[in-house]
């Protein structure tokens, strides 16, 4: 037997070290390049070894991890579970046949925790158990399986029926709402639309339609009646394409949208536009829809008539661009844009040319909102008040020259009171003051008897009281204090006179009057305040009673306040003489304004301001020359 050559044993041995390198390597080398961050721990639960892409999940390079625990890649409050788990992995063999774990997290080098998969098995290397963990990031893959289970509620909660249809035309899926529709979701899973127990029209209508979005993968809309246990409803049906990776159709989504409201709704919107429609063609005012735009929505007939544009035409413009007058174009820009701006309405008054002539127009402009109570446009009604500012102005005019007149009535009447006033006192009072000497010097020089001298006494007495009376009248007439003393002593005069006759007690304060208080204003004022006694006498049933004038050189204000029952028009303007309409008038006419107030049971106040111009002062040329 030959020697042992101890030199060739050696030789084979290193032959035989080297091609087990080799194959570690090649492992390596494998291991290294695949796509899932794999790590070797021993029984300890020191890192063995890392692959390059630990370095890519969780941030740390490779020799970094080498010798270090295993739990530096594992949460802290998952690190317990994780050490109990790797000790039963080494206790029982039976535990170390591949598997997968799930629910788990790993912690990269930054500190964020994510989700992972982790699947494990065991090695022997060098006499000593391995365990290999291949670990990958689950992130995106939950993300998916969240949003695939939100979709899957949201189907499932649609108040609107939904089916899924396959590629082999039959229905995977059919959410609850379909019974709704009068289908029950059961009798539609693993049927083809023909087999549906719906309509044979509704069946024709939803193979023709699924079939389509297979062949174009397009999005396609139909409606549909459909009967439900609430009777016969109206569907919208949207059939969507479900695309697979490579961009083909894989399934198809039917979509169904009761409509039944909506049409009904659209129905009732379409017959009320005719209705306004009508009503807005046939008004006589003018009507137009504009936009934020300042564009022209609508114009009605009466539109067309005024300017003589075709209206069919001209919808969609503005009114400067259908040449419109500039002024109106002005007036009717800045007014939509002034509603749209404070969203409240407005009215206004405009003149557009026409061959007969202007026409002068009252325009309202309407604010119409949207749902968010924007304003979404302007409704303007415009209405031809040509003729009735024609005759508004007529009137004005008659009722100017009509108050002329009544002043010049008035006027006249006043200066015919006054000179019958001032004849009876200069005249008839004086002449009987004449004949009463004259009574008195005839009786001394004539004997009478004593039954004749008795009568010669009466007829001084008779002669004495027609003088008084004529006094009176003279007063009533005119009072002639009113020119000698002023207004504020014959509102004294007036006053003490109505507190005598009548028994009513008050209060008469009256400030000074300026010398040169115009006649007419005096005047006015006194007839105001003798008619508001005359009515307090015969109507108010007063106890008391209060007057107040307050005059400077440029206003007078009266005010006469009773106590009585309250005010009566009726009464008041039945009780003859000046009367509330003379008193009104006489405060128009002198440019001043009468303002009665009261109620029943609580009074009357009589209010008069008097605007103080220039004038005939308040005492006569004749007065003054006496």
């Known amino acids: 037997m030959a020697p042992i050559d101890d030199a060739a044993i050696q030789r084979a041995l290193a032959e035989m070290r080297d091609s087990l390198n080799d194959s570690e390597s090649l492992v390596r080398t494998f291991l290294d390049i695949s796509p899932q961050a794999i790590v070797t721990v021993d029984a300890s639960g020191k890192i063995v070894w890392a692959n390059h892409q630990v370095t890519k999940l969780f941030g740390y390079d490779a020799a970094e991890l080498v010798g270090q625990p295993v739990e530096t890649l594992v949460p802290e409050p998952k690190r317990v579970r994780h050490t109990a788990d790797h000790a039963a992995f080494f206790a029982d063999a039976k535990t170390r046949s591949m598997g997968i774990g799930m629910d788990l997290q790993a912690r990269r080098k930054d500190g964020t925790v994510f989700p992972v998969e982790i699947g494990l098995g065991a090695v022997e290397q060098h006499g000593q158990t391995l365990a290999v963990a291949f670990v990958s990031d689950i992130t995106e893959r939950q993300r998916l399986h969240e949003r695939e ?29 379909n ?18 127990p719906i309509p044979k029209k509704t069946k024709e209508i939803a193979e023709s339609m699924v079939r389509e ?12 009646s459909q009967p439900t246990p609430e009777g016969i409803r109206e569907f919208e049906a949207r059939y969507v394409p479900e695309l697979a990776a490579d961009g083909s159709v894989s399934a198809v989504y039917s979509i169904a949208h009761d409509i039944t409201e909506q049409i009904a709704a659209q129905t009732a919107a379409q017959e009320r536009e005719r209705e306004l429609t009508t009503l807005f063609d046939n008004s006589p005012d003018v009507i137009v829809r504009t936009d934020r735009r300042l564009r022209a929505t609508y114009r009605n007939a009466a539109w067309e008539k005024v300017t003589g544009l075709a209206r069919e035409k001209t919808f969609g413009k503005t009114s400067q661009e259908l040449g419109l007058p500039s002024e109106t174009v002005d007036f009717h820009t800045r007014s939509v844009r002034k509603v749209i701006r404070t969203k409240r309405a407005m009215t206004g008054e405009f003149s557009y040319p026409s061959g007969k002539g202007a026409i002068l127009f009252e325009s309202r402009y ?18 031809d008040v040509t003729e009735e500012r024609r005759l508004q102005k007529l009137a004005e005019a008659n009722a100017r020259d009509i108050r002329a007149l009544t002043n010049r009535l008035l006027t006249a009447h006043e200066e015919e009171r006054r000179r019958i006033s001032r004849e009876i006192h200069d005249g008839l009072c004086q002449e009987l003051g004449a004949l009463i000497g004259e009574l008195r010097r005839l009786a001394p020089d004539i004997p009478l008897s004593r039954r004749a001298n008795e009568h010669l006494q009466a007829a001084q007495a008779h002669a004495l009281r027609i003088a008084d009376e004529a006094r009176h009248v003279a007063h009533r007439l005119h009072p002639l204090l009113l020119e000698d003393l002023g207004l504020a002593k014959a509102l004294q005069s007036l006053w003490e006179e109505f507190s005598e006759r009548e028994g009513i007690v008050g209060q008469c304060r009256l400030s000074t009057v300026p010398n040169d208080l115009p006649l007419e204003v005096a005047s006015c004022a006194y007839r105001v305040a003798q008619e508001a006694l005359n009515n307090i006498a015969k109507h108010a049933h007063a106890t008391s009673v209060s007057i107040r004038l307050a005059a400077n ?4 204000n009266l005010s006469i306040r009773d106590n009585g029952v309250g005010l ?7 009780a003859g003489g000046l009367g509330l309409v003379s008193m009104e008038e006489r405060a128009l006419i002198a440019g001043g304004k009468l303002t009665i107030s009261g109620s029943p049971g609580h009074g009357t106040r009589v209010t008069l301001f008097l605007p103080v111009s220039g004038g005939r002062r308040e005492k006569s040329a004749h007065s003054a020359g006496r």
Request: glycine share 2%; net charge positive; charged share 30%.
């Open 149 to 177: 289970r939100e979709l899957t509620v949201l189907f499932d909660q649609s108040p609107d029926p939904l089916v899924r249809i396959d590629s082999s035309l039959h229905v995977t899926h059919a959410n609850a709402a």
């Open 179 to 196: 019974e709704l529709a009068g289908v029950r979701p059961k009798d539609l899973i693993g049927r083809t639309p023909r087999e549906m």
């Open 213 to 224: 979005v297979f062949k174009t993968a397009r999005t396609s809309t139909v409606r549909f």
């Open 366 to 383: 309407i604010p119409e909102f949207a749902a968010d109570r924007s304003v979404s446009s302007v409704l303007t009604i415009s209405r």
């Open 553 to 556: 050189r440029t206003s007078l």
């Open 568 to 574: 009566d028009r009726s009464a008041v303007r039945d």
